[in-house]
């Protein structure tokens, strides 16, 4: 049976001591002294989301008052003109914060602007705008984290700048001396694997294939939940700043695929003791120093031995891959299924080769001995994908496929992986019976429930409880803002998306501490997190992290020396400091930029309540000018049919007959697989009310050559 939610905690928690006590090293040069921001330091009581609200999102304010009383609330614009006014509604002592709280509820106001305040009983919040394209940096730099984290591979300047730019790390190169020829810890194999590739975990540059696995399948998810959707193309190829951009195939797929390589490379080989299982992990054999720049670690890498979790995690991952590349790269996709199946019938027949807690020399432990959560995932996964019988008995046998403990308050994370199961169930066509399949939306309903009904507890309105702070609870409360947003795709009901975004508003300042955990987002962001690399903190020719990174967030466990030292008596939500030696509270990870930029690209392209792909006001005649034996040229005419002038525009349509686009004038045209997105040149940037823009289009084809018929502009659906 499943583990009760209380006991899943425990084992969670229970880890997270044993690992945490182990993760000090002694490595940390003394790092400088960092203000505390502790409630009482913050500079204004009204706390927004600093980057702002969507026009038609929720908007919600929480302000720290002692006054019992409701207060009135005035929403000014940037020119102090009052723009709305209401009344607060108290709250009284919220628990998570310490902090006697009431909520400014304005949601109601749907203009749009930037530079506004809120302003209650004579103190202001911090700036921050109403507009509809707010969340589209955070798409591309919440994703472009993962750039910056390979292994394996420069990471150019001409893509990411000078200061975050650095050679190759763990390619063999001295003083390097990982990853291509690497030995297994004594005793676990008399061979070396090259495992070079992937993402580096976090601030340290282990690899770790349970967490590599979650993390991938959460970057794969993001760009399939887009694709049922129709909004894609924000994800697309020449979307990321990724070396692949412009090869034809969604840059959101290029990047996971990066660590899709190494996971596979992680696979002990045929012929060997444990063929198919999946090494745990590759790292240090000893903590390195803050700063190590990735290409100058010397300390010799290893394998450590393979687990039933970290193979499941590479099935699960890998039947994903399988299902998603297929439509972009038939073989690779082939290639993940051979590796998801090699797995999966190792990890059935080695079930429980558990990796332990205690293995935390050099890197994290990532220790797990409860993988029958890890089997369904990979079974659902695999199902999915193939609509084998054997996978369907796997998911129909095991008891998470109806245990309420798949989904808690506490979220999903890597160690607890049964919730990706049910979501892929609920979500990608599979033959499940029609009211086994209702069984399973309606338990990600039910989860979404509980998270509304934790929200509407906390004065901050945030989905995890009190007790819920712990390492990486950012991730936690993000995963859980997944679970609402899916919600909201299978039922259409607004208030899952609104809870979805009202969670984006803790991510980014609405929150005990008035802190956007988000780098570059806000007036009071995350820039000193712990990071091998991105150590200006502790030395100043290197940089602060890049926009868009996540800090993992407050940990009332304090499993730092910093944490210990500076935030004791701290009430949960506030046991965070923006320090580069607060590892338990203040670091980044792989497993907790993916939510981030998950959610990111969720709130960037749903622009109406429900979810509902938004109509634009356009007009498009498409017509073939030309057409030989395997090629045509085309001109595309869209005319703006709103009563205002659309400025930067975007045209979206697919073609159904193979063609594909070779060159195009008077737009930058690019394809990925069957979708074509056109974008304006500048000077026909701006399309007046009535007017139109035109642009070509040249083309290849075989055969016939069928008119799209169906367009987008900017997302929406034309008429
Ligand atoms: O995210 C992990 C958290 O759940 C654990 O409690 C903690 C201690 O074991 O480790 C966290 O993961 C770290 C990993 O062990 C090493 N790389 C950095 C990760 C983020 O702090």
Redesign the pocket.
């Known amino acids: 049976m499943p583990p009760s939610e209380s006991l899943r905690r425990r084992r969670?928690l229970c880890?997270?001591l044993?690992?945490?006590s182990l993760?000090v090293g002694g490595a940390l040069t003394a790092p400088a002294a960092a203000a505390v921001p502790t409630a009482a330091a913050a500079t204004t009581a009204v706390r927004v989301n600093q980057v702002g609200y969507l026009p038609d999102g929720p908007k919600h304010a929480t302000v720290v008052t002692t006054s019992s009383q409701a207060l009135t609330w005035q929403l000014r614009t940037a020119s102090g003109t009052v723009a709305a006014s209401g009344s607060t509604v108290p709250r009284g002592a919220d628990h998570a914060s310490g902090q006697s709280v009431q909520v400014a509820d304005f949601s109601s106001y749907r203009d749009t602007g930037s530079g506004y305040v809120l302003t209650v009983d004579g103190r202001s919040s911090d700036p921050f705008d109403i507009r509809a394209n707010l969340y589209d940096g955070l798409r591309s730099d919440a994703m472009a984290f993962f750039y910056h984290q390979r292994s394996g591979i420069a990471i150019e300047s001409s893509l990411v700048g000078s200061a975050y730019a650095h050679p190759a790390g763990h390619l063999g190169v001295a003083p390097n001396k990982g990853d291509t020829s690497v030995p297994c810890q004594s005793g676990v194999c008399d061979y070396t694997r090259d495992v070079r590739g992937g993402w580096y975990?976090?601030?340290?540059q282990?690899k770790?294939v349970v967490?590599g696995g979650i993390s991938t399948w959460l970057v794969v998810n993001s760009f399939e939940r887009a694709k049922r959707a129709g909004t894609h193309e924000a994800l697309g190829d020449s979307t990321l700043r990724v070396p692949e951009r412009g090869n034809g195939v969604p840059d959101v797929l290029d990047e996971a695929r990066w660590e899709l390589d190494f996971l596979m490379r992680m696979q002990v080989p045929d012929g060997k003791p444990y063929a198919g299982m999946a090494f745990h992990k590759v790292h240090d054999a000893a903590w390195t120093a803050l700063p190590t720049r990735p290409e100058l670690d010397s300390q010799v890498r290893e394998l450590h031995r393979p687990s039933t979790a970290a193979t499941l995690n590479l099935a699960a991952a890998a039947a994903q891959c399988a299902r998603v590349y297929r439509a972009y790269d038939a073989a690779f996709a082939d290639r993940c299924l051979a590796a998801a199946r090699k797995a999966w019938t190792a990890a059935r027949a080695n079930p429980a080769l558990y990796a332990p807690?205690s293995d935390?020399t050099g890197?994290?432990?990532?220790?797990d001995a409860q993988v029958t959560d890890e089997f369904y995932w990979a079974a659902a996964e695999l199902y999915a994908t193939t609509g084998e019988s054997a996978y369907r008995d796997a998911v129909t046998s095991s008891s998470w496929h109806t245990s309420a403990s798949a989904f808690t308050r506490y979220g999903f994370?890597?160690?607890d992986t049964a919730a990706l199961g049910r979501l892929t169930l609920a979500t990608v066509p599979n033959g499940l019976p029609a009211a086994d399949l209702t069984r399973v939306r309606s338990s990600v309903t039910a989860a979404a429930d509980t998270h509304l009904s934790t929200m509407a507890g906390q004065g901050y309105g945030v989905p995890i409880p009190t007790d819920g702070y712990?390492?990486?609870s950012n991730?936690e409360l993000a995963n859980n803002a997944i679970v609402l947003a899916v919600a909201g795709e299978l039922t259409g009901d607004g208030r899952y998306r609104a809870g979805a975004l009202e969670a984006m508003d803790y991510l980014l300042g609405r929150n005990a501490l008035g802190q956007s955990y988000v780098t570059g987002y806000g007036e009071t962001s995350s820039r000193n997190q712990?990071h091998r690399f991105w150590a200006h903190q502790v030395d100043a020719s290197l940089p602060n992290p890049p926009a868009g990174s996540l800090a993992?967030g407050p940990n009332s466990g304090l499993?730092d020396p910093v944490a210990q030292e500076r935030l004791t008596g701290c009430a949960p939500a506030a046991c965070y400091i923006d320090d580069i030696g607060s590892?338990?509270t203040n670091?980044v990870?792989v497993?907790?930029n993916a939510p981030l930029a998950w959610l990111a690209a969720y709130a960037a392209e749903r622009a109406t309540d429900g979810g509902e792909q938004p109509t634009a006001s356009c007009a498009v005649t498409y017509t073939v000018d030309n057409s030989w034996s395997d090629g045509f040229t085309a001109t595309v005419t869209v005319k703006n049919t709103g009563s205002s002038a659309v400025d930067g525009w975007r045209l979206g349509w697919s073609y159904s007959g193979g063609q594909r686009v070779t060159s195009a004038w008077n737009a930058t045209v690019t394809q990925s697989g069957t979708d074509v997105v056109a974008r304006n040149v500048d000077w026909n940037r701006v399309i007046p009310a009535g007017g139109t823009a035109s642009f070509g289009v040249q083309g290849s084809k075989s055969g016939s050559n069928p008119t799209p018929t169906a367009f987008t502009l900017d997302g929406g659906a034309c008429a």
């Open positions: 969670t880890a997270v044993l690992a945490g993760l975990d976090a601030g340290d282990g770790y967490n807690d935390s890197g994290g432990a990532y220790g994370g890597w160690a712990f390492w990486g991730s712990h993992g499993q590892y338990s670091e990870a497993n907790w």
